[in-house]
Each structure stands twice: as structure tokens, then as C-alpha cells.
């Protein structure tokens, strides 16, 4: 009796389906924004230690939300996707431009490359060589845990804008129109936080807070090696952060099958795990406290890129 005209029952048409088997992204979505709604609307009256710390944590969420929209989800039409995480909660990073050099980091046979994959944080051994040696051992503490979670952020987005810019002066029409949607999403943003009494600092402060716990996961991500299956971790970690991160911290298991959402990769993990760690030859992790311990002051390896010779 609960049929719909013609005798078609909605929830078993193809967009309800669709959407039923993305209801876990649509609740974290919701889950999102109405955090970073009550946060901001309750800054002026809280305490400043519980309310921007918690954006931080709100801030990394979206992040995680956007590399899911990236891959398809939690809807298959790009714009629609777009829409929904393209609000620049964190402002450092222009969704369009995220999108396009995160597709490019896919690239498997290319990752690591310093000039081929836009995530890397390697270098050229020649270009390393002639960097001074205080950006010697600025990129050496950024390849600590807590220096890439204390200065990556800020490292990674100056060098972000300086390849931008040079991309702007090249004509590139794409990245000017990704930076001007920022400015677009920004601007509403900015009426909303100075309405809530947000503190320009605080926000800045949880900005930067967002980005540093984002870096903890990206830490380790990839490393050089030989064959392109052996260069991404898998981090088995099933707490807190497996769920902040969207079970990214499975990266090995994404980078194989980028197309399945975030809530299917701890199973898909479990029924293979022994291919998986095989293929990424053993390159494993319990939980990010191991990551932590093993690597929380000591470099995880060279700035300068091991094989740069091979990957030529």
C-alpha cells in the first residue's frame, strides 16, 4: 500500500539504492557541518580551549570529506560533489586545484617523483644540494612526525602558492578560475565567522590545527622504492583517527581501488589483508601512537629523493 504511482516503490529505485549505499558519507557530511555550525556560533561564550581545538578536528574532517568528493562521493556527478565540500572551511587550499593535483598523485607509476606527483615531498638530489643549509635542516626536521605536523603545513603551503603563481603568470585559465571560486566560497565564510564573534586568531590557530593533524596522516603515506605497489603504507589503526581520517590511513588499500568509498575499505582490507601487505611490500604500521614512537623525532628518511637517478 506503500507503492508510488505505477506500482514503483521509491526506495528501490536506482537514486534511492545510490543513496542508501552512501549514507554513511551523507551522515558524516551532516555530521560536519553541524559541528563546524555549533562551534562557531558558540566561540564568543565557550571556553577557547574546548571550542578551537574542536574546529581543528572539524576542519581535518572536511578535509577527509573533500578527498572522498575527489573519488566520487557520495554522488557520481563531479558539480554535485563539488558542491558539497567546496565551501574552503580551512582557506589554504582552492578545492578545484586540490582535485586536479590529488588525480594527478595517482599517477602510481609516478608517485614519489618530485617533478611528476604534486604530493610528493622529495626532492631532486641537485636541487637539494643547493638549497642552504638552513633549508637543509628545515627539511629535515620536516620529515619527523611532529616537525611535519609543527612546520609542514606552513612549508607545504608556501610552496604550494609559489607553483600556483608561476602557473597563473604561465595563462593557465583553469587555476585562475579555482582560485577565484575560493575567493567566492571564502567570502560568505568570512561574513559567517565575523557574525559568530569567531576570533580571527583562533580560527587562524585551528586552521593551522586542522592542516598539522592532516599532516600526521600524510606523514608516512608514500615512500621511494622500487616498485610503485610498495610505495604506500597502510597504517592499521582502527581508533579516533582511522574515522577523522575516513580510513585513509588504509592509503595502500586506496591507492589499489580509488573508487570504493571510505566505509568499505576496512573490509575490503580484512578479506585481503595478507595480499595487501605482500603487495605494498610490508610497509605496515599497527597505529599512528607506532608512528609516532618510531618516528616522532626522527626522520623517516632522506628530503632528497633516493632513486631520482631511476625515475628519470
Sequence with gaps: ????????????????????????????????????GLLTLAAPG?????VYPGLALVLAF???LQHEAIHGHPTRWPLVNEALVALPLSFAYP??????????????????????????????????EKRPAWMKALLKANNAALGRML????????????????????????????WALHALGAAPLLLWL????????????????GLALISLRSFLEHRAEERASERSAIVEDRGPLALLYLNNNLHAVHHA????????????????RERFRKLNGGYVFRSYAEVLSRHALKPKEPAAHPMMDRMR
Design 257 to 272: 581501488h580509488p573508487e570504493v568509498s571510505w566505509h568499505r575499505l576496512p573490509a575490503l582490507y580484512a578479506a585481503h
Design 194 to 209: 565575523g557574525w559568530c564573534g569567531v576570533s580571527p586568531l583562533g580560527y587562524a590557530l585551528a586552521c593551522y590545527g
Design 62 to 64: 572536511h578535509s577527509s
Design 95 to 128: 578545492y578545484r586545484r586540490y582535485r586536479e593535483t590529488h588525480l594527478a598523485h595517482h599517477r602510481d607509476a609516478r608517485l614519489t617523483d618530485p617533478y611528476d606527483d604534486p604530493e610528493s615531498w622529495y626532492l631532486d638530489p641537485e636541487d637539494y
Design 46 to 50: 565557550a571556553q577557547t580551549w574546548l
Design 151 to 178: 612546520i609542514g603545513p606552513g612549508l607545504g603551503f608556501v610552496n604550494f602558492v609559489i607553483a600556483e603563481a608561476r602557473l597563473i603568470r604561465a595563462g593557465r585559465r583553469d587555476v585562475m578560475l579555482g
Design 1 to 36: 500500500m506503500f507503492a508510488a504511482a505505477g506500482g514503483i516503490r521509491p526506495w528501490g529505485s536506482p537514486m534511492f539504492i545510490a543513496f542508501r549505499a552512501e549514507a554513511p558519507t551523507w551522515a558524516a557530511l551532516t555530521t560536519c557541518y553541524a559541528l563546524f
